[in-house]
């Protein structure tokens, strides 16, 4: 089992930072990549940035340029460095592990999530 908590999130205007934390416990070594999610009221959760075991990342189109993923292995925390918000960017962020379970099969976790939101 993999727990995630998430902090960070808050108010902020348009064209400000925030940075997402995301710490993990648990059964950390079983964790193949990191990622973080979103979901803005009546949408779908969508997949923002993704960083594997490597520390290679990959970003959503819409975020690009503007979102940094990172990790500090010591803490067993990710994060994520959020500059030039644009209100579009106001939505719930959850952290999320891909993990292998003891058998060897597929399994992920979740935050709780943690509200962002971004004033016009």
């Known amino acids: 089992q993999v727990q995630l908590v998430e902090s960070g999130g808050g108010l902020v205007q348009a064209g400000g930072s925030l940075r997402l934390s995301c710490a993990a416990s648990g059964s950390i070594a079983s964790i193949n990549a990191m990622c973080w999610y979103r979901q803005s009221r009546g949408k779908q959760r969508e997949l923002v940035a993704i960083i594997a075991s490597d520390g290679s990342t990959n970003y959503a189109d819409s975020v690009t340029g503007r979102f940094t993923f990172s990790r500090d292995n010591a803490k067993n925390t990710v994060y994520l460095q959020m500059n030039s918000l644009k209100f579009e960017d106001t939505a719930v962020y959850y952290c999320?592990?891909?993990?292998?379970?003891?058998?060897?099969?597929?399994?992920?976790?979740w935050g709780q999530g943690t509200q962002v939101t971004v004033s016009s």
């Open positions: 999320n592990a891909l993990a292998l379970t003891e058998w060897g099969t597929p399994t992920d976790y």
